[in-house]
């Protein structure tokens, strides 16, 4: 015995209002009640399918030039980044050379005092 599914949520009313005429409705009644209906979008009756889509076409291309601009940017810099920290690499083994370079000198400057004052 299959029972079939019942659909989820509250079942609909026969006579139910489609959101558009709640929201039309509820506008009647700002209006009648004397408040500000607010309208949130205008549509233009001047509207050119050819010069709008020219203009957003123009603004794409724009975009797509800043964008790729950019991206090279990122890219020089991302070489540039990796071309220090070698060379920052190379100059910190430098630097710990000389320093044990030093330091071996520096042994060697109190070993030679020391027979230098042993031997007076």
Known sequence: MDT???P????RQPDALTPAERQRAYRARLAAAGRAVRVQRVIEDAFDSETQLIVER??????RHTLHN???KIELLDEDRARL???NAYLEGELKRIEQRHTISLK???L???SLATKK
């Open 4 to 6: 079939p599914k019942h």
């Open 8 to 11: 989820r949520g509250r079942p």
């Open 58 to 63: 123009a603004f794409f291309e724009e975009q």
């Open 70 to 72: 950019a991206l090279l």
């Open 85 to 87: 920290d070698r060379r």
């Open 108 to 110: 060697e400057i109190v």
């Open 112 to 114: 030679l005092k020391q």
